[in-house]
């Protein structure tokens, strides 16, 4: 990058709606900051619904268009929809393949995704997202010698320069997402399919757990991480 480039962002989510709901606004923050901040959604969200007269395809389709939503408000630099099916998702070589090839596209110096290692019961996808996510990002996006067919096609290994894991079990980082409330809900509420049309009440309860959050840090609303220094 030169100086006058923004820095550049890799957010990978396993699902569209839950980086929103975990990172929305330090993804607000980084955005507004003039930060290069590209979203990876690996899987089509075509199983998030109790409504059984719901089509899964036309659910997907449905996601997708509320996640372009998302990146609207927040003004994101690009969407990438790996679109796997939703809990479907696997520590395998093909989906590492399709995580190392973004990092490689697009040559974040911070990658973003869920924690793996939340003890309790949880979606699959998520913990196969992060797993999945961190063994791409070392070393096989660093090595030339993993997927050799990418140098072929002109796209050159890099080496992500930290890792922040959103919904960690062990936080030991956290932004001031304060000035960006607003458009973190906007962001959020794009997502109508899963979370509903947009209140007061759901605002007042999200500030509610933002401020309990930002009370461990000594500011008014917060996000927390855990963060990852692979730079040397």
């Avoid at 992060?130 to 096989?140: E, H, K, N, S």
Wanted: proline share 5%; charged share 30%; aromatic share 6%.
């Amino acid at each position: 990058m030169t100086e006058n480039e923004p820095e550049s962002i890799l957010v990978v989510t396993p699902h569209p709606d839950d980086s929103e709901s975990a990172a929305g606004g330090t993804i607000a923050k980084w955005c507004a900051e003039g930060k290069k901040v590209v979203l990876v959604v690996c899987t089509n969200g075509d199983k998030g619904t109790s409504d059984r007269s719901i089509k899964p395809a036309d659910l997907a389709a449905t996601r997708e268009v509320e996640t372009l939503n998302a990146a609207k408000a927040y003004g994101l630099a690009g969407v990438v929809f790996l679109r796997m099916k939703d809990q479907s998702l696997e520590d395998n070589d093909e989906f590492r393949e399709k995580i190392v090839r973004q990092i490689r596209i697009h040559k974040p110096r911070l990658l973003l995704t869920i924690d793996p290692n939340r003890p309790y019961i949880r979606h699959r996808d998520h913990s196969m997202t992060g797993r999945v996510t961190l063994d791409a990002v070392f070393p096989y996006a660093r090595d030339h010698v993993a997927y050799p067919e990418h140098l072929a096609e002109g796209i050159e290994p890099h080496k992500v320069q930290e890792v922040w894991l959103f919904r960690p079990e062990h936080p030991d980082h956290h932004v001031d997402v304060t000035e960006y409330f607003e458009t973190r809900q906007n962001a959020f509420h794009s997502h109508v399919s899963q979370v509903g049309e947009r209140s007061a009440e759901r605002d007042e309860r999200t500030r509610k757990r933002l401020a309990d959050t930002g009370k461990n840090y000594g500011v008014e609303l917060a996000e927390q991480f855990m963060r990852i220094d692979i730079g040397r």
